[in-house]
């Protein structure tokens, strides 16, 4: 289903899979998308896949205050307000509470869960001029059950979950709404990583991705064009009675008993 959001402005992070699929989804609906990453090599590409939308890219470190707040002082001299803000920006680290080092465990915090309180810190001042907004921050499937060694990971995705609730409860009376999704496995430049990194006895990345499908009662692993019609659904006025939220989109793997 098409929304329309003309006149609307949007802030993404994440230059590839979820985020930039979400900033482009918004893009051709009308938005005008203001899109952040750390990665050079993935925002010069995010801004060729963009084209001739209204989608500007910017060299941000999500997880670095200074970074964060420049970001959105930079949207601020183009706009007054901002509508939309997207939070996609992630990383997969593995490891168990022995094996996860305090740097990967302070990594995994700063990027997954810190990025989603630092740009909705800097840019609440440009939703709040708006008089309304929605916030949609992505989180996992990995926030409600996991698993074997993602301590760091799932912790972040879980935090995001009890984010969003007290975001949603704060925010209202400014009439902005905070809803998150948590994604099964996605087909994204994360998801290849991770088939990668749990391959064994000499599995490709395609055979990997593969036995994730299966893991899935739908039997497939989850396209980005399926997550960016769900946040762009929480974005919509259709969705203007929805806050506080958690939308699974795992393809029944939740629901699933795994004995």
């Not at 050079?40 to 084209?51: F, I, S, T, Y």
């Not at 708006?130 to 060694?149: R, T």
């Not at 990583?193 to 593969?210: C, K, N, T, V, Y």
């Amino acid at each position: 289903m098409a929304y329309d959001f003309t006149g609307k402005t949007a802030a993404v992070t994440g230059t590839s899979g979820i985020g930039l699929d979400a900033a482009l989804h918004l893009a051709r609906q009308g938005a005008r998308v203001f899109l952040a990453g750390i990665d050079a090599d993935l925002n010069e590409a995010a801004r060729k896949a963009a084209g001739d939308l209204a989608v500007s890219v910017h060299q941000v470190d999500v997880s670095d205050d200074g970074s964060v707040k420049a970001w959105f002082d930079a949207i601020a001299a183009v706009t007054p307000t901002l509508d939309i803000l997207v939070n996609a920006a992630a990383i997969q680290t593995y490891g168990t509470i022995e094996t996860t080092t305090p740097a990967d465990w302070d990594r995994s915090i700063a990027v997954n869960l810190r990025s989603c309180y630092l740009t909705a810190h800097h840019g609440y001042r440009l939703m709040k001029a708006a008089g309304s907004g929605a916030i949609v921050h992505v989180s996992s499937v990995q926030g409600h059950a996991n698993q074997d060694g993602v301590l760091a990971y799932a912790t972040t995705k879980g935090a995001i979950h009890a984010l969003t609730r007290a975001m949603a409860v704060d925010c209202a009376r400014d009439g902005i709404r905070v809803n998150s999704i948590s994604p099964g496995s996605i087909r994204t430049p994360l998801l290849e990583f991770s088939a990668r990194s749990l391959a064994s006895d000499g599995q490709s990345e395609e055979e990997m991705i593969a036995a994730f499908g299966r893991a899935h009662p739908i039997g497939r692993v989850g396209k980005v064009s399926e997550t960016s019609a769900l946040i762009a659904y929480l974005c919509s006025d259709a969705a203007g009675f929805t806050t506080g939220a958690d939308f699974l989109i795992d393809g029944g793997l939740s629901a699933r008993i795994g004995v």
